[in-house]
């Protein structure tokens, strides 16, 4: 069984930034995609920000220019580096990793809150 674990998370004040971290316990093969997800109290999880196989990338309108995200395939990891964070970015992020074969593994979540 895959795990996912992410960490990185934590409190910033407006304007700061966090890199989140999020390490497969074991190789996974087939890989389709990389994504971070994340879900504010008493919202909807929302997309965030996706890498796929061949490094492409994709971002909510709302991280746009401010989000980054990464990979590093030798070592299972997908990263997000996140700048200039707005208190409305306060979620827990989650990090999911789709497989050719229609597998997704989840994360178990870490918390950021952005406040003064």
């Known amino acids: 069984q895959v795990q996912l674990v992410e960490s990185g998370g934590g409190l910033v004040q407006p304007g700061g930034s966090l890199r989140l971290s999020c390490a497969a316990s074991?190789?996974?093969?087939?890989?389709?995609?990389m994504v971070w997800h994340r879900q504010a109290p008493g919202n909807q999880r929302e997309l965030v920000a996706t890498?796929?196989?061949?490094?492409?990338?994709n971002y909510a309108d709302a991280v746009k220019g401010r989000f980054t995200i990464s990979r590093d395939n030798a070592k299972n990891t997908v990263y997000l580096q996140m700048n200039s964070l707005k208190p409305e970015a306060t979620a827990v992020y989650y990090c999911?990793?789709?497989?050719?074969?229609?597998?997704?593994?989840w994360g178990q979540g870490t918390q950021v809150t952005v406040s003064s």
């Open positions: 999911m990793i789709n497989t050719v074969l229609g597998g997704n593994y």
């Open positions: 074991r190789n996974i093969s087939g890989i389709n995609a």
């Open positions: 890498i796929t196989s061949n490094g492409s990338t």
